[in-house]
């Protein structure tokens, strides 16, 4: 080993040490310049607005008024929209009454509110339509948990249950004949049950 050789390598890290501080002082401007740069090209920008074209239909308009099937009274704030067409839309005001401006292409109405079922509704030919009426999503029995007028049984416990579907279930614990009449045919997508105690 030569003593010269250590000194060497100090001299050879020391240089590394120097090249590496000066490529850090050389990229520190440089990124403050570039941020200026694109500052000012900001200013300088110009921005281009995208035009979006609407098609345009000859439009017609129809009043009507919906109104609470069960109790007749007028629902306000129910939304009534054309089916095929987007954008054409109004709100029924406190006597439940709307007008709505629609293109003459269009064929029927989506009317729908909070708390109500919505219904498709087919334009009749004049301005005047036919009166609306929507039922509640919800159905309250009006009768204390006490009294039995409809003959309402439950079943709720369906854990550790053997039954292949809901049906089975059913029949066994409230002793019923059961029919399920499916929707759209595919299974577990929902159905009407029809029961005979």
């Known amino acids: 080993m ?27 401007p440089l990124s403050i310049s570039a941020q200026d740069e694109d500052f000012d090209d900001e200013q300088e920008a110009v921005v ?15 009043k009507g008024k919906v109104v609470d099937a069960a109790t007749g009274k007028p629902i306000s704030g129910a939304l009534v929209q054309t089916a095929d067409f987007r954008g054409y839309s109004a709100l029924t005001e406190d006597d439940g009454a709307y007008e709505l401006k629609l293109p003459l292409l269009a064929t029927s109405v989506l009317i729908s509110a909070p708390d109500y079922n919505m219904i498709r509704l087919g334009v009749q030919d004049g301005e005047q339509q036919l009166l609306t009426r929507l039922f509640a999503a919800t159905f309250d029995a009006e009768y204390d948990k006490d009294i039995n007028v409809r003959s309402d049984y439950s079943s709720t416990n369906f854990k550790y249950s053997t039954s292949i579907n809901v049906k089975e279930e059913l029949q066994k614990q409230l002793g019923a ?21």
Do not use: D
Not at 177 to 197: L, R
């Open 2 to 28: 030569n003593k010269y050789e250590p000194k060497k390598q100090n001299k050879n890290a020391m240089k590394r040490y120097i090249l590496f501080g000066l490529s850090l002082l050389m990229a520190f």
């Open 48 to 62: 281009k607005k995208k035009v979006v074209k609407v098609k345009q239909y000859e439009t017609r308009i129809i």
């Open 177 to 197: 004949f059961a029919h399920v009449v499916g929707h759209n045919g595919t299974p577990g997508t929902g159905g009407a049950v029809f029961m005979n105690c």
